[in-house]
């Protein structure tokens, strides 16, 4: 089936034969769907923290911030921002000369509220010698677009989140990136005075990331009295998936093999190279400006209180097991901290001895830790928080997306519309067990959690594999404790004009 030159091409990418027959082989087979036992509610696995005791966790944070820990804010930064404007997009290719629509006319009536008023203002007058009224009064409206989007102004149609402008401050406007750095000084500065923030981005936006880098860290460096530690990294190629045809048969373009990118699950490699203790992970375009970012911050910390909590009480379990010196209560109450502080299930443990008991425990508990912000549905309910079942037939936590539950099932698709709350990306991860190593991430992703798509190449169809997802299979066999936060912590900007929500804009 391979070519000299495949093989050669395989080489360079760093990508071995039995990955791609795998790969091959989920064209063929599919992906099994994840059986559910329920939607994860606050009545069932998802912990609701009243005001009274949030102050215990926070608390608990702060206090091992000053054991100068490694942390590490990560933030998967390398998607293009083209369907954030996918509307304006498509104005510009229609034949109208007018914003008919309600979003486009609730884009040029807020539009001297967006952030990147005063940079599309000057790039217009460049190009067009005129200002933006003055288009509008001209019914100029795509030559403002243009300014926008296209290289011969901002070029916001090909830069990624991170680098457009989204908050309007006294001082001038911010991107995204800065928001980032913002919220690393305020919940994840160590003992010393370190911020270390980590973006992964594509090569092409690199330098632009490190010209950014330079010329606003020791601004907020100095505001803060921090000292920041940017870094970045790339998806690797050696995580790329390859491309099929309809006979799912690998697709050839001008003769080679096609590989596309593998998905945000790829990026778990990327988690997995960083050395810390403790990683915050939340998207690029989740940022809030003014009096909302004092409630993000205080849920992050709580979040992280929350982590070295459970985190002090499974290694005392775990060097406790390791003394020797343990009773059988003592058995029974880890097994207790399972099933009802970790939500593992498993209807075995009844008939097990306590030397099969502590094999099984340990194996649990021994394991990375997250612990995960969800927020109520607002709507439909969405992919988000559910108790599911696992290869060896226990049940635990696990975030899951609409594809992996058959749908096809009327009880698994009841358990899915039953689901009360959403997965907003608000994690914060712990990469080191009771002995202080660090563990190997990729033993705990659930390979067979990945999805298939329909993609096109130059007027012709394909597949292609995604790889299961960094906050879903890609962390499937971690322990897992999903905490509710308020709606106000999940600001996403999906489209352009959530720019002018709430959450973004400064009253």
Known sequence: MFTQTDLQQL????????????????????????PIYASAS??????????????????????????NKKIVKFVPASGAASRMFKDLFEFLDSDSSEPESPFLQKFFSGIQDFAFYDSLESACK?????????????????????????????????LPKGLILFHNYPDGPHTAMEEHLVEGALHACNETKEVTVHFTVSPEHRELFRQ???????????????????????????TDTIAVDSENQPFRD??????????????????????????????????????????????????????????????????????????????????????????????????????????YIKSKLNRPLRVCGMVRNQGEPGGGPFLAENADHTVSPQILESSQIDMNDPEKKRL?????????????????????????LLRYVDK?????????????ELKALELPGLWNGAMSDWNTVFVEVPIETFNPVKTVNDLLSEGHLIK
Not at 42 to 67: A, N
Request: glycine share 6%.
């Open 254 to 359: 001008n003769g080679q093999l096609l590989f596309r990118p593998g998905g945000h699950g790829a990026l778990i490699e990327n988690l997995n190279d960083i050395v810390a203790d403790v990683v915050f992970i939340k998207n690029v375009d989740n940022v809030t400006i003014g009096l909302i970012k004092p409630i993000t911050v205080h849920y992050k910390k709580l979040l992280a209180g929350v982590l070295v909590n459970y985190q002090q009480k499974i290694f005392d379990y775990l060097n406790l097991i390791d003394s020797g010196k343990y009773e059988h209560e003592q058995l029974i109450e880890m097994l207790h901290f399972l099933q009802d502080e970790l939500c593992i299930k498993n209807p075995e443990t009844k008939i097990l001895e306590d030397v099969e008991l502590v094999l």
């Open 126 to 158: 460049k190009n067009e010698g005129k200002h933006i009224f003055p288009l509008c009064v001209s019914n100029q409206y795509k030559k403002i677009i243009e300014n926008l989007l296209l290289d011969k102004g901002l070029n916001y149609g090909q």
């Open 11 to 34: 080489n360079a990418k760093d990508i071995s034969i039995n990955q791609v027959e795998e790969q091959l082989a989920y064209f063929k087979n599919g992906f099994p769907y994840l």
């Open 42 to 67: 606050v009545e069932k696995g998802i912990k609701s923290i009243p005001t009274c005791e949030q102050v215990y966790f926070i608390e608990k944070w702060e206090d091992y911030l000053k054991t």
């Open 448 to 460: 067979n959690t990945g999805f298939i798509s329909l993609k096109s190449k130059n007027g012709k």
């Open 212 to 238: 950014l880098t330079e010329q606003k860290s020791p601004v907020y460096a100095e505001h803060f009295g921090v000292k920041y530690h940017v870094e970045f990294s790339e998806q690797k190629s050696s």
């Open 416 to 440: 899915f519309k039953q689901g009360t709350h959403f997965n907003p990306v608000d994690l914060v991860c712990a990469l080191k067990n009771y002995k202080g190593e660090k563990f190997d």
